[in-house]
């Protein structure tokens, strides 16, 4: 399995331009994270996804965030209008979720992005 | 709000000697979980406990948990340079709550 899977992993972008960060889970997995990591705030929850519906999008920071999954293997995470506070790790995590919310969960490699 | 707090922020150990991280949470849980951080990389679930469990062990892992305590210990035994790296702690609760990740400790071995 090739695990989770993110794109780009690296954007720079100046202040202003549409960013989308693209996400693929793990194949079988039903649940969808994505995070943000910065020195300042650590690891961040943005949004999660039960079975492509947006369960908790409370750390959505304001209505410039925007998330989406389409189908079972694709999500996306987009920014509109960037700014440079966004400047951040973007990380997508997935799991299999039966009852419990509490299951393990796996890490893509992140999206380090910069906004100028 | 930070579910579980992660104590020391940071140690710095000598190749061999073993590495003890806290972690303390503040509800009931349904498991904790810890997880391993390198730089510039996702993070990678290491060992998960129940909370009906108070003593796990992976290879030179060993986790305990104190429920009374509301709080866990991951320990390193023999600790190697590619050690190095940020350990968290997530709490996993019943019902419809995602894990809940502390800020993490960086672990710095040196060879």
């Known amino acids: 399995d090739a695990g989770v899977i993110q794109s780009p992993r690296h954007e720079v972008t100046e202040m202003g331009q549409e960013v989308t960060l693209r996400c693929k889970p793990i194949?079988?997995?039903?649940?969808l994270f994505w995070y943000r990591q910065t020195m300042m705030r650590g690891l961040e929850l943005l949004i999660y996804f039960n079975n492509n519906v947006p369960i908790d999008d409370s750390g959505m920071p304001e209505d410039r965030f925007s998330a989406k999954m389409p189908n079972a293997s694709f999500s996306t995470l987009k920014i509109q209008p960037s700014e440079p506070r966004d400047s951040a790790v973007y990380f997508c995590?997935?799991?299999?979720?039966?009852?419990?919310?509490?299951?393990?969960?796996?890490f893509g490699p992140g999206t380090r992005l910069t906004v100028l | 709000s930070q579910q579980g707090e992660e104590d020391p922020q940071a140690l710095s150990i000598q190749e061999g000697e073993n590495a003890t991280m806290n972690c303390s949470y503040k509800t009931s849980i349904n498991n904790l979980q810890w997880y391993r951080q390198n730089s510039g990389r996702g993070l990678v679930h290491l060992i998960l406990?129940?909370?009906?469990?108070r003593e796990k062990h992976s290879g030179r892992l060993r986790v305990t948990l104190d429920t009374s305590k509301k709080s866990s210990s991951l320990l390193i035994t023999a600790s190697r340079a590619a050690d190095t790296a940020s350990y968290f702690c997530a709490t996993g609760k019943l019902g419809n709550t995602p894990l809940v990740f502390g800020k993490g400790t960086r672990l710095s071995v040196i060879a």
């Open positions: 194949s079988g997995h039903n649940s």
């Open positions: 406990i129940r909370s009906n469990e």
């Open positions: 995590a997935s799991s299999f979720t039966r009852d419990s919310r509490g299951d393990t969960q796996y």
